[in-house]
């Protein structure tokens, strides 16, 4: 038999830890259609019966508030499971109880879960189970996904419950609205849950307002009072909510003082922020340099095998060249994007990521973002990849959005050689200045953009925070390697085929038709055909070839521009053409991977391909302007 | 009480000693990184006269974590570079600072150890 | 008065909620008439700040917190320079350990009694004196009146 089970819960409650707990390490990433949503399925076997897996988003209401809250509400009303499970923390269950009795309207099969059980333990905290049980009317099991305690008994109760037909008795929310609830259940069809949709519709809720039949006018029966009761159900529900905790749960004192004593250092009015960029220097660090033996090591091989096969023959060419080639660059970034993802896992795993969102939000509002995208932006330094794929965090689906299309103008490190490069040959002794400047400019047009994409798609609305700062905890390191894997598996997926691709053509269009001499190239003769499109900013041909392949990966330009001028010693540019050079590659368009990125993460051609044009078109009027002030000046 | 000051010195003194020696041997960046989390303990000095318990242990604890994190990056970066052993490269040598920086994590780790078994024990609320 | 013009560890209590886009959001994470919320933390450019609602702790911006109509709760202290003249206990001090004795040397400690007159001077057991704003606002104090009425119910 399969049984299908839907995780719902509020953000923080160890919703996800308990999922893999579930489920191990058979896991399926994908999107809920339409969205950028990220949906986890998984699925394992208990007692010759299949347990289906569906971790929800992490949701505080039913009401549809945000894209998150939509696609949960959606899914249990449309489709709902078997058996829910709603996943409260036992530190903090007032918010999720008052979720509870929401799902308990749609008349779904739930199962209450307490998690986090070790730690009300050790605070002391006393939970009367069977109490509990009477007060909710569903089952109640205790958990730990720390653990691993009651994950036995969860299984247990799950088969149970998938049996049960009655549901719990709805909770009365007073005559006023109850007479309103009535009234309106008329106004929907048989087919869907009237008495939820008829509270969701008195709660405000536009959504419900779409389900009504054709030619229903509410108005009267809404009037004016809708938000006082709209109030006034919220606070039935967190009042039953602490009736049921005041009779089931003991606590001791306040117990909460060590983490504001931790935050207190690290949301320090002083020295807050300068530990956050300590940390991040680390971070950085760790990921690119201490990693670099392992990718030096994985280069040589690769080198070596490159060496043994030669490339005298078109098909040695193309192996060693082509394949090889592009296999080793996507296989030497495996220990920094794992590293990458290790480091952040970890800032997550442990609660310190919402910190970073809280100590820079002031900065990002006027990019009209919130402190939460800081984070997944500055992981753009290091590769954009990683930046567009840390998106899946972000729990506001316009943020998602924006940060994703903003991405590829964060500078990342693959365009540090493109750089070294062209300064060392036109500005030799101006090198630190000429890096900063690229890297303000880079800042400077990751927020102009978001300015522009938040006017253009989001019509200026700004993303509000109300964000949840959770219990600092000891991070699991089998979480962290659970978050590693997934995020570093689904790179080298994408990214690794297409930049494979992408290798193997780059060097179809240099060795065809003559591999004797590049002049002659496919490459380059797009490029002289391309030049007259670039002569404003005063690019050669084989600058524009060079270009062509860096659409491939950044880090190709450099050896691109060798193979087109015969050496880097050849190449004569002047100072304004390089400045203009330079500008235009900053954001010129995003590499394949990062395409390749943006397209899985967001469901859609659509975005890749906004990204694209506006990359070139920005890119463009920029180096435009670059070298016409260029020009004046010099 | 007086084994937090103690304490609180020790780190103190260390992280900066630890700060100097990066600095003179040319890695300024670091230097300014341990001179940032000493600062955290200098900090914790303005939290003695008040009653709240866990605040004072607070700078100890988050200042041992952020050190034994930086003790923890170095030696993982010293290991990482036993590969390039491998391709003949050299591997990373291991300066006084960088000793001197493991041991403080090491001591560090101890604190936090130490901290934990009565960061745990829940404390009356200021009323 | 607003939630965003509470100072850092008073508590409150919620009157009421202006409408807007993120209000279903605020009700859903239990900001509701009656809900006591306590300011715990501002970053470091005073926005946003912490919250703590029921046991989560919260993030509000100002301009979310300003849709939040509060009271002060009875017993929570708040700065002094929030008070008129009149008899306060000493509650908390904010700062280091030099503001403390600055503070502590003309009479002004945690537990003390201390009065405020009507020319905003301060008069303690050792004296009257002129204290300044910035040094009053880390003084966290309760009416003695609101004491008194406690005493009384018990």
């Avoid at chain 1, 954001?587 to 993460?601: M, N, Q, R, V, W």
Wanted: hydrophobic share 45%; net charge neutral; proline share 4%.
């Amino acid at each position: 038999m399969v049984i299908t089970v839907g995780l719902v819960g509020n953000p923080n409650v160890g919703k996800t830890s308990l999922f893999n707990k579930l489920v191990g390490a058979r896991q399926y990433v994908a999107n809920w259609p339409g969205v950028t949503v990220t949906r986890v399925e998984g699925a394992t076997t208990y007692k010759e019966h299949t347990l289906h897996f569906i971790d929800l988003p992490g949701i505080y209401t039913l009401s549809a508030t945000s894209i998150d809250e939509r696609v949960a509400r959606n899914f249990l009303l449309y489709t709902p499971p078997n058996v829910t499970v709603v996943i409260i923390d036992s530190l903090s269950p007032e918010q999720g109880i008052s979720l509870l009795l929401e799902t308990l309207e749609l008349n779904l099969n739930v199962i209450a879960v307490f998690n986090a059980i070790d730690e009300a333990k050790k605070n002391g905290i006393k939970i009367d189970k069977s109490s509990l049980e009477t007060h909710l009317r569903v089952p109640v099991v205790l958990t730990s996904a720390h653990t691993g305690e009651g994950i036995e008994q969860l299984f247990e109760t799950i088969l149970a419950t998938f049996k049960k037909t009655n549901r719990a008795k709805l909770l009365d929310y007073g005559p006023e609205i109850e007479s309103k609830v009535s009234e309106l259940e008329n106004c929907f069809d048989d087919i869907y849950n009237k008495r939820f949709l008829a509270l969701k519709l008195i709660e405000g809720d536009k959504f419900a307002r779409e389900l009504l039949k054709k030619d229903v006018d509410v108005s009267s029966i809404l009037d004016g009072s809708a938000s006082n009761l709209a109030v006034k159900i919220a606070k039935t529900r967190y009042d039953y909510a602490l009736n049921v905790l005041n009779s089931a749960m003991r606590k001791n004192e306040n117990v909460l003082t060590s983490m504001e004593a931790i935050d207190h250092v690290f949301t320090h009015k002083y020295i807050g922020i300068p530990i956050f960029f300590a940390l991040m220097y680390l971070a950085f660090n760790f990921t690119f340099k201490a990693s670099e033996p392992l990718v030096g090591l994985i280069e040589a091989g690769f080198q070596k095998l490159t060496d043994v096969i030669g490339s005298s023959t078109m098909l040695t060419s193309l192996i060693s060249q082509g394949i090889i080639n592009g296999v080793g660059s996507v296989i030497s970034f495996i220990p920094s994007i794992f590293a990458l993802f290790f480091a952040l896992g970890i800032m997550e795993e442990s609660g310190y990521l919402p910190r970073i969102a809280f100590l820079m939000d002031k900065a990002m509002y006027s990019l009209k973002l919130t402190g939460r995208s800081f984070m997944t932006l500055l992981l753009g330094f290091g590769c954009n990849v990683s930046s567009v794929m840390a998106a899946r965090g972000l729990s506001d689906e316009r943020e998602r959005v924006t940060t994703i299309l903003v991405s590829p103008f964060v500078s990342c490190s693959a365009r540090i050689p493109v750089y070294l490069m062209i300064i060392g040959i036109a500005f030799p002794n101006h090198k630190a200045e000429a890096f900063f400047v690229m890297y303000l400019l880079s800042i400077a047009l990751t927020a102009l953009s978001a300015r522009i994409i938040n006017k253009v798609v989001m019509k200026g609305e700004s993303i509000p925070l109300v964000m949840e700062l959770p219990r600092y905890r000891f991070p699991s390191l089998s979480n962290v390697a659970t978050y590693m894997w997934n995020r570093g598996k689904h790179f080298l997926q994408k990214a690794g085929t297409i930049i494979l691709v992408a290798s193997i053509i780059v060097w179809g269009l240099s060795y065809f038709p003559d591999p004797t001499n590049i002049e002659n190239s496919f490459a380059a003769m797009i490029g002289k055909g391309l030049q007259f499109i670039f002569a404003p900013l005063g690019f050669q041909w084989q600058t524009v070839s060079a270009l062509l392949f860096g659409g491939a990966a950044k880090e190709i330009i450099v050896s691109s521009f060798a193979q087109f001028y015969g050496g880097i010693e050849n190449i004569v540019i002047d100072p304004v053409i390089t400045a203009t050079l330079m500008v235009f590659i900053l954001g010129y368009i995003p590499c394949f991977a990062t395409l390749a990125a943006i397209k899985s993460e967001t469901n859609s051609l659509k975005y890749p391909i906004i990204s694209v044009v506006y990359s070139l078109f920005i890119s463009y009027v920029l180096a435009l302007c670059v070298a016409v002030v260029g020009r004046m000046i010099l | 009480m007086k084994s937090v000051t103690i304490t609180l010195w020790i780190m103190l003194i260390t992280s900066i000693t630890i700060g100097i020696g990066y600095l003179f041997e040319d890695d300024v960046i670091f230097g300014i990184i341990i001179f940032i989390f000493s600062t955290v303990f200098l900090l914790g000095f303005r939290e003695l006269g008040k009653p709240s318990y866990s605040y004072r242990i607070a700078h100890i604890y988050v200042g041992s974590i952020l050190i034994a994190m930086t003790a923890g990056y170095i030696l993982a970066s010293f290991l990482f570079s036993l590969v390039n052993l491998i391709i003949g490269e050299e591997m990373m040598s291991l300066k006084i600072s960088d000793m001197l920086l493991l041991l403080l994590g090491v001591y560090s780790s101890y604190n936090i150890y130490r901290l934990r078994k009565t960061a745990i024990r829940p404390e009356k609320k200021n009323n | 008065m607003r939630l965003a013009e509470v100072p850092e560890g008073a508590e409150v209590e919620v009157l009421s909620v202006e409408e807007s886009e993120i209000t279903p959001r605020l009700r859903a994470v239990g900001v509701l008439p009656g809900v006591r919320i306590e300011v715990l933390k501002s970053a470091p450019m005073g926005d946003p700040k912490m919250y703590r609602i029921f046991n989560k702790v919260i993030s509000l911006r100002n301009s979310e917190a300003n849709l939040i109509e509060v009271q002060v709760s009875e017993d929570s202290p708040l700065p002094l320079t929030f008070f008129g003249p009149g008899d306060y206990k000493v509650e908390y001090i904010e700062g280091g350990k030099i503001a403390r004795m600055n503070l502590a040397s003309i009479g002004i400690v945690e537990g003390a009694v201390i009065r405020l007159l009507g020319d905003r001077r301060v008069q303690t057991d050792k004296g009257i004196y002129d204290v300044g704003f910035g040094k009053l606002s880390k003084v966290h104090v309760l009416p003695m009146k609101a004491l008194f009425k406690a005493d009384n119910a018990k």
